[in-house]
């Protein structure tokens, strides 16, 4: 080989091996900024599914406080009623009793089936209100 030719052959090689190097620089930046852009986009998909689930638990939680107000309304509207009413409604009801047997022993067995009708809807609006007395005590 001449001297000539060793140099075009050392050139070629550095050529080559400058072009390769050119080529890998960029390739390895274009992944780099096509790897970032698509990490962004999954950050941004992920991000959408967490403000989604949290517009979701956010919607229920709304939903559980309207309940709740409503519950919180009807036990503040049945403590309105203080203990005094549950034994009123539990004397009313043993005086119905008296009177459905005072009813049938004079056989009127009409007014002796409306007075136990009544008596029995007096225990159970006692035993209704008898939760909310316990829960006063405690």
Known sequence: MTYLQIC??????????????????????????EGAEEGRNIERADNAKVIKALEDSLQFI??????????????????????????????????LKLAADTFRAVNSQPHATQALALRNKALEMA????????????
């Open 62 to 95: 709304r939903a559980d406080q309207k309940y709740l107000a409503q519950q919180c309304r009807k036990l503040t509207d049945n403590q309105k009623l203080s203990p005094d009413n549950h034994q009123n409604l539990l004397a009313i009801a043993e005086k």
């Open 8 to 33: 075009a052959l050392i050139s070629i090689i550095i050529a080559s091996a400058l072009l390769y190097w050119n080529g890998y620089r960029g390739g390895l930046t274009d992944g780099k900024a």
């Open 127 to 138: 035993t209704q209100l008898e939760p909310v007395v316990q829960e006063n005590a405690a």
